[in-house]
């Protein structure tokens, strides 16, 4: 009977501390997932615009791969649907846009492509303001305002996700490093009337 008593006592302390164990990897791991944040729509004169970023996109192995010379390339997609109150939304404009950063060891700058910002490479010599320019997407352009009827409702779709890497042959046996840094967030929805 004491036997008993004595190995219950040690029973649940040790119960309670393998579940912590188990949730807190979970919890860790829920945090550096890849998130879009602060989504906004917006509009000019002629358009309808969306600003929106990446949270924890950067992960320690994108971050060794980028400083090895592995050029990087984030892709967002952006979707509106027309909503009816049926199952069948309409799609009425798709948009894909790449960034991209490329890090050269030599002249220690990183260079970021956004064809849909600018023509020429964005540069800089900081790693976190290079990082800052891959992930936050601003004056997006989704469709023109005349497309939009007044008073219909819609509903904007966003995700992003990094693209596949394609190693040089002599990397090839190294595969397995890529499969770790691979990202993609949900699909986020925003529902508005115009």
Do not use: C
């Amino acid at each position: 009977m004491k036997l008993l008593l004595h190995s219950k006592r040690y029973f649940y302390p040790l119960v309670l501390a393998l579940w912590l164990n188990l949730l807190v990897p979970m919890n860790i791991f829920a945090e550096t997932n890849a998130t879009l944040v602060n989504i906004k729509l917006a509009n000019t004169r002629d358009n309808l615009l969306t600003y929106f970023e990446v949270r924890n996109a950067f992960t320690d192995k994108i971050n060794q791969a980028v400083k090895n010379g592995i050029p990087t390339t984030f892709s967002f997609y952006v979707s509106l649907y027309k909503t009816t109150d049926s199952f069948f939304d309409k799609k009425i404009a798709d948009v894909q846009i790449k960034s991209t950063v490329k890090y050269n060891s030599m002249k220690e700058e990183f260079s970021i492509f956004r064809p849909w910002k600018d023509e020429k490479p964005a540069v800089t010599k900081s790693f976190e303001e290079a990082k800052s320019w891959m992930t936050d997407v601003d004056n997006l352009t989704v469709i023109p305002l005349d497309e939009l009827v007044k008073g219909d409702k819609y509903q904007i779709r966003i995700k992003a996700e990094l693209d596949k890497v394609t190693l040089p042959l002599s990397l090839h046996s190294v595969l397995f490093f890529v499969s770790f840094w691979d990202f993609e967030t949900n699909w986020y929805y925003i529902n508005f009337t115009y």
